[in-house]
């Protein structure tokens, strides 16, 4: 019974087509949108302050590994004393490679707002 239902055909009413020659053709002028050189300036300007700003965060990163070692030579001392000389430039290794990295952060921030 219902596969009857879906197999038969209903005719459908269709709206009367108008002739072609009735038909107004519609026209459309499409125009390129551009922005005048300074609006393009400045927004080269903040995307260069936005990256920059996105570089300098390993700073921060750097800050904290520098207080990090120092922290651990300071409990270093304080377990074994005897320790010190060794521990001090285990300290010194592990303070330049932490301040490299944030020199590194630094100075891709200023290749970013200088360089390109």
Do not use: W
């Not at 709206?15 to 080269?44: C, G, H, N, Y």
């Not at 060794?86 to 990295?101: I, K, P």
Request: aromatic fraction near 10%.
């Amino acid at each position: 019974m219902y596969a009857a239902r879906l197999c038969t055909r209903v005719p459908v009413a269709r709206p009367l087509v108008q002739p072609l020659a009735s038909v107004q053709p519609i026209l459309a002028v499409r125009t390129f949108q551009t922005t005048p050189k300074v609006m393009d300036e400045s927004l080269e300007q903040a995307a260069k302050f936005i990256g920059a700003g996105c570089a300098t965060v390993g700073v921060a990163g750097s800050g904290a590994g520098i207080g990090t070692v120092f922290g651990s030579l300071v409990e270093g001392y304080a377990r074994n004393p005897s320790l010190k000389n060794q521990l001090f430039s285990y300290c010194v290794l592990g303070f330049a490679l932490s301040e490299a990295m944030g020199l590194f952060c630094l100075m891709i921030a200023f290749m970013i707002l200088f360089a390109l």
